[in-house]
Nanobody, 123 residues
Framework: QVQLVESGGGLVQAGGSLRLSCAAS????????MGWFRQAPGKEREFVAA???????YYQDSVKGRFTMSRDNAKNTVYLQMNSLKPEDTAVYYC?????????????????WGQGTQVTVSS
C-alpha cells in the first residue's frame, strides 16, 4: 500500500512559478513510476508529466520547457517545478504511482493516487 500526499499548490500570477511536492509512504518508492495529472473545472483529468522507476521523464506537449519533474528516492518524494505559468494551467493537480511503470500517460495504469492540490493562475 502506498499513500501519496501532495503539497505546494496555491494562487500565483501568470508568468510565476510554483513547486509541487508529492510525498509517498512505503519502503519501495524507488520501484514506482510517478505521474502528475491535472483536472480543470468541467474537464477530464489529463496527463501532465511522469518519471519512470528507472528515471526517464515524459511531459505533455503543452508543458514542455515550462515544467520539470524530478524524484528524490531518499526522501520518497517527487516534485513538479512549474515555471511560466499560464491561466490555462489552473487545475487540481494529482500525483499517482504505478509499480515498476514506465511513466504512462493513461491514468488507468496507476495504482495509487493522492488527494490533489489546487493550483490557480490569475491573469
Amino acid at each position: 500500500q502506498v499513500q501519496l500526499v501532495e503539497s505546494g499548490g496555491g494562487l500565483v500570477q501568470a508568468g510565476g512559478s510554483l513547486r509541487l511536492s508529492c510525498a509517498a509512504s512505503g519502503r519501495t518508492f524507488s520501484s514506482y513510476a510517478m505521474g502528475w495529472f491535472r483536472q480543470a473545472p468541467g474537464k477530464e483529468r489529463e496527463f501532465v508529466a511522469a518519471v519512470s522507476w528507472t528515471g526517464g521523464t515524459y511531459y505533455q506537449d503543452s508543458v514542455k520547457g515550462r515544467f520539470t519533474m524530478s524524484r528524490d528516492n531518499a526522501k520518497n518524494t517527487v516534485y513538479l517545478q512549474m515555471n511560466s505559468l499560464k491561466p490555462e494551467d489552473t487545475a487540481v493537480y494529482y500525483c499517482a504511482a504505478e509499480f515498476r511503470g514506465r511513466g504512462a500517460v493513461e491514468e488507468t495504469k496507476y495504482d495509487y493516487w493522492g488527494q490533489g492540490t489546487q493550483v490557480t493562475v490569475s491573469s
